[in-house]
């Protein structure tokens, strides 16, 4: 939750949010946390979701991460 709420406050700052992403990249350590992850993805975007990609990543340290591309308005 801590990893979106992040990327959403960074996004606000530009004057957009995560509902505006249009792509997301989600790095996970453990790819069994998919599900769990998806549980809390739900309550930060909304249809039509953006393109989205859950990798499994070897990051020492690190559970989670995430890249979002976030469109401006125009």
């Not at 792509?23 to 975007?45: G, N, P």
């Amino acid at each position: 939750r801590q990893a979106l709420e992040n990327v959403d406050a960074i996004a606000r700052a530009a004057g957009s949010s995560l509902r505006s992403a249009v792509q997301v990249t989600v790095y996970l350590q453990d790819t069994a946390d998919r599900f769990s992850f998806d549980d809390i993805w739900s309550e930060f975007v909304t249809a039509p979701f953006p393109a989205r990609a859950i990798v499994q990543s070897g990051l020492p340290g690190f559970a989670i991460e995430v890249a979002a591309v976030c469109a401006l308005p125009s």
